[in-house]
């Protein structure tokens, strides 16, 4: 078992920046891909970046890419997404997430149903 918990939303101008952290406890942090989700009201969950169990890996939706960073510490089983020029249309709850089998597949890194573990969320609103 896992337990996923995030840390680092508020409330930010457009233009600023904010570092999501995610701490994992239970089973070894670096066996698992590590992913970061984000849902809007009314929208589904979408994935915005991830990262490869050994770290030498990264995906970032088109939306993020330039403006988002993910990295991960293996030593302090801490996940990091670094948010800049964040935009209005960024506002949405971020969900920390892990999948178990390590696969760098895109059908497994793509879709939430294929994350095993899944943190509480936390909201980050991006003010114009």
């Known amino acids: 078992q896992v337990q996923l918990v995030e840390s680092g939303g508020g409330l930010v101008q457009a233009g600023g920046s904010l570092r999501l952290s995610c701490v994992a406890s239970?089973?070894?942090?670096?066996?698992?891909?590590m992913a970061w989700f984000r849902q809007a009201p009314g929208k589904e969950r979408e994935l915005v970046a991830a990262?490869?169990?050994?770290?030498?890996?990264?995906y970032y939706a088109d939306f993020v890419k330039g403006r988002f960073f993910i990295s991960g510490d293996n030593a302090k089983n801490t996940v990091h997404l670094q948010m800049n020029s964040l935009k209005p249309e960024d506002t949405a709850v971020y969900y920390c997430?892990?999948?178990?089998?390590?696969?760098?597949?895109?059908?497994?890194?793509?879709?939430?149903?294929?994350?095993?573990?899944w943190g509480q969320g936390t909201q980050v609103t991006v003010s114009s």
């Open positions: 997430a892990a999948e178990a089998s390590g696969l760098w597949w895109w059908s497994r890194i793509s879709s939430a149903n294929e994350y095993d573990y």
């Open positions: 990262i490869s169990r050994s770290g030498d890996m990264t």
């Open positions: 239970g089973r070894t942090f670096s066996s698992y891909t």
